[in-house]
């Protein structure tokens, strides 16, 4: 209780800066002044990078048409300088959209932290509480091995379970490294709908199963815990908030790059070489079982959306259906083993399987809700 | 004086216990580093996101991983 005081009278004076409490007043002017250093030197390097974002951008395409034509000599119309160009256009592209909306989402998570989302959902009721934590789900940080203590977190400050699982979908399934790739790939359209039906998927079957009451099923230990006390929020300044991107950045596009664009070389392949209409009677809109296959492949697979965006991308060029690949891509981003494995510690078998057939039921029904109407 | 690491084992978790002992090899204080990965245990502390630090018994940071400047300030109290 100490330490929170100490932190909130801290915090009170106009510069805070980190959750480093306990520093004495001279070294917290000195690290003040260093912040103030950072922003400057952040806010001079930003504005021409941007710049220099916005021009590669622009000349991606024409760089990659004068590559495979001109200076490689290639053909027209031949597969190879298809696939070619395909992905010297494609690959830049998608890695650039990448750093800047990762970092932006760095930035914007800086604001959300666990602690608030669990502040913020506490003693809502359903409903209202389901669209919120689907919300949160989306900025708020989060990483599959936190999903328990997340869970008992939020259980024990009184979310209610349905509410608390609205998040739990959320999170994973509205991711922004598939949102990237999905609008680099295939336009706004396919994104915005992307996001639509995810946020729907976690909303609808958080509340389903906060309908279902089984509260019971939750391991005996999670109950046993008593409400963990409140600890002292972090609270960052501007060039810790700009670090954080920084960091996010670093973390998610030097980690993913490889995978982007191993996909994308994949999908490249698939679209010089793969006849048109090609998938249409595997993964078709004809094809009624493939959203079941598809939902049913999906769900023991564990892949990053990184790797999978683009490769689905080629396949609905040749004749796949949106709705399949759609429903496909979020069984595999939302319900993986792994994180199965790690929800058994606090679920009981029959609520962890009521939560995969009602998440699995939900992106069933909207694969073949985008396989009717588009 | 001890530290404990409180992460069920992902990467994150990883660096954020390496980063602890380094900088307690580098300032020399005597510290234990412990790291706790049961989840009952994290949860009882009112841990709910990882890797999370705590200096005896006093959690310092939670969800993300400390810097060194950051540790060394709760260490060289």
Redesign the interface.
Known sequence: MK?FTQLTIFEDQAQST??????SAATGAAVAQAERAALKRYTLLGAPALLLWFGLYSVLEPTAQAITYDVLGLDHGGRFADALAFFLYDGPKVLLLLTLVVFGVGIIRSFF???RA?KCLAGRREVVGNVLAALLGIVT??????A???????V?AGVPLGVTFSFLVSAPMVNEVALVLLYGLMGWKVAGLYLATGLLVAMVSGWVIGRLKMEGHLEE??RL?HA????PD?ELSWAGRIQAGVTAVKDIVGKTWPWVLAGIAVGAGIHGYVPEGFMASIMGRDAWWSVLAAVGIGIPMYSNAAGIIPVVHALLEKGAALGTVLAFMMSVIALSLPEMI?LR??LKPRLLLTFVGVVGLGILLVGYLFNLIL | MEIKVLGPGCPKCHEAEKIVREVVAETGVDASVVKVSDFQQIAQMGVFATPAVAVNGEVKCVGKVPTKAEIAAWINR
Do not use: H, M, N, Y
């Open positions: 330490e980190c959750s480093c409490d306990g520093i932290t666990a602690a669990r940080p989060f990483c599959s091995c936190s328990v203590p997340l869970f008992v977190g939020f024990t230990w999670v815990i963990g006390q409140d600890l972090q790690i510690k606090v």
